[in-house]
């Protein structure tokens, strides 16, 4: 089966700059998360879908990040604007919606802010 | 919230020798997660435990939920220069949220 596709694998932008990631997960599975990841870290949760529903945003910095999953499949983490304390991997994950299904991560985007 | 503390941040070791590293919470969870990344790339699940007490194994890798499920190891033996990497456990808790809880990984280096 094909993997969680991102895009793009790496974005160079200005500080006050809009930026943009897309996710589409493993097909079939209903939850999606994206994540950060700083580097030498682990990854944090920023947001999750189960389906076109976000069940917990309490880690997205409302004031610039958003999200959307609109159709349940594919979802778009957006930050405007972006600050230089944003740059890291930022990766998404699918899982299947059941409390015991590991989550299967996609390759990331690395942002960098300057 | 929810701290796991994964030790060791970092081991260098000899080809062919065993690894241990394990990860402990502050809270009790009903699931325990082991992935491995490599630079450039997506963490890339190991082995995914599901009960107090239990021993899983993937090819030279073997992990183990902990008894009191706020605990738990993987062990790599026979190391090969593929298995550097960083290794993180992650633990989801057994409350509403759900949310899988990520340690801040281990960085292995195999000496040939």
């Known amino acids: 089966e094909a993997g969680v596709v991102q895009s793009p694998r790496y974005k160079i932008i200005e500080k006050k700059q809009p930026v943009a990631f897309w996710c589409n997960p493993i097909?079939?599975?209903?939850?999606l998360y994206w994540y950060r990841q700083n580097l030498g870290q682990g990854p944090e949760l920023l947001i999750r879908?189960?389906?076109?529903?976000?069940?917990?945003d309490s880690q997205l910095p409302k004031d610039r990040f958003s999200a959307e999953r609109l159709k349940g499949v594919d979802s778009t983490l957006k930050i405007q604007p972006a600050e230089l304390g944003d740059s890291a991997v930022y990766l998404c994950?699918?899982?299947?919606?059941?409390?015991?299904?590991?989550?299967?991560f996609g390759n990331g985007t690395r942002l960098t802010v300057t | 919230g929810q701290q796991l503390n994964q030790s060791p941040q970092s081991m260098f070791i000899q080809e062919g020798e065993d690894v241990s590293m394990n990860c402990t919470s502050s809270?009790?969870?009903?699931?325990w997660l082991w992935y491995k990344q490599d630079p450039g790339e997506g963490p890339v699940l190991l082995i995914a435990?599901?009960?107090?007490?239990e021993l899983t194994s993937n090819g030279r890798l073997t992990a183990q939920f902990g008894i009191t499920r706020k605990d738990s190891f993987l062990n790599i033996s026979a190391s090969i220069p593929s298995d550097v990497g960083i290794y993180f456990c992650?633990?989801?808790?057994?409350?509403?949220?759900?949310?899988?809880?990520f340690g801040s990984g281990t960085q292995l280096t195999v000496l040939p």
């Open positions: 435990l599901y009960k107090a007490g």
């Open positions: 994950a699918s899982s299947y919606r059941t409390d015991n299904s590991p989550l299967h």
């Open positions: 809270s009790i969870f009903n699931t």
């Open positions: 879908y189960e389906n076109e529903e976000a069940v917990d």
């Open positions: 097909s079939g599975h209903n939850t």
């Open positions: 992650a633990g989801r808790d057994s409350g509403s949220a759900r949310q899988l809880t």
